[in-house]
């Protein structure tokens, strides 16, 4: 079945700065892959979605993710930090129509 | 176009309880999909309905079944409940079985 790891499970980020997390996916190419937001007390929101229709996959609220098939990776950025990205983040893979979560990357972003 | 809603957003629990929580999909939306969010965890599936059928189950014992309506709203049931069953239930939805799935608010369970 696949699996996705998710490293580091807190980032710290000046407001501003570059957002960065990582997410790994396990050995075969999945034809999809995910990234969703959780704002504190909420649910699940769709970030953006891997298709492989294209590497770079650009989100909402200025996210993108690029798919590496040499590296198994679909590492999430966000160019220039702000107070509203606090929140946790997780990188997630379907398996027969049920999604696998990593364990998620808290983010705290500094004023 | 209302999103997938859930309640109750919270409930309070004592061990050996049981415990009902519902599930209304987004518009369009026939399968549902129980995650099941411990704190500081990423979501682990618990079951899937499609068709008022389970359709597949994760890791989770008999003490956690389920039910989906002919209007696609689901219910989650938990038995005999225990101290580890503390935790953020996400219901999921996807217009048939697709790998996008759209999330509702959870309900927290805190089990005493």
């Known amino acids: 079945a696949q699996s996705v790891t998710q490293l580091g499970s807190h980032v710290s980020v000046s407001e501003g700065a570059l957002v960065l997390l990582r997410c790994n996916y396990s050995?075969?190419?999945?034809?999809?892959l995910f990234w969703y937001v959780q704002y504190p007390n909420q649910g699940l929101q769709l970030l953006l979605k891997?298709?492989?229709?294209?590497?770079l996959v650009k989100g909402i609220n200025g996210f993108e993710a690029e798919f590496k098939k040499s590296e198994t990776s679909f590492h999430l950025t966000k160019p220039s930090a702000h107070m509203s990205d606090a929140a946790e983040y997780f990188c997630?893979?379907?398996?027969?129509?049920?999604?696998?979560f990593g364990a998620g990357t808290t983010v705290t972003v500094r004023a | 176009d209302a999103g997938v809603t859930q309640s109750p957003t919270h409930l309070i629990k004592t061990r050996g309880q049981q415990v009902t929580l519902r599930c209304s999909p987004k518009?369009?939306?026939?399968?549902v999909s129980w995650y099941q969010q411990a704190l500081g965890q990423g979501p682990q599936f618990i079951f899937q309905?499609?068709?008022?059928?389970?359709?597949q189950r994760g890791n989770f014992p008999d003490r956690f079944s389920g039910h989906q309506f002919p209007n696609y709203s689901s219910e989650l049931n938990v038995n005999a409940l225990l101290l580890g069953d503390s935790a953020l239930y996400l219901c999921?939805?996807?217009?048939?079985?697709?790998?996008?799935?759209?999330f509702g608010p959870g309900t927290r369970l805190t089990v005493l």
């Open positions: 999921a939805s996807s217009p048939g079985l697709r790998n996008e799935q759209f």
């Open positions: 050995s075969s190419v999945p034809p999809y």
């Open positions: 891997y298709t492989s229709a294209a590497t």
């Open positions: 997630a893979v379907p398996n027969d129509y049920k999604l696998s």
């Open positions: 518009s369009g939306h026939d399968t």
């Open positions: 309905y499609y068709e008022e059928e389970e359709r």
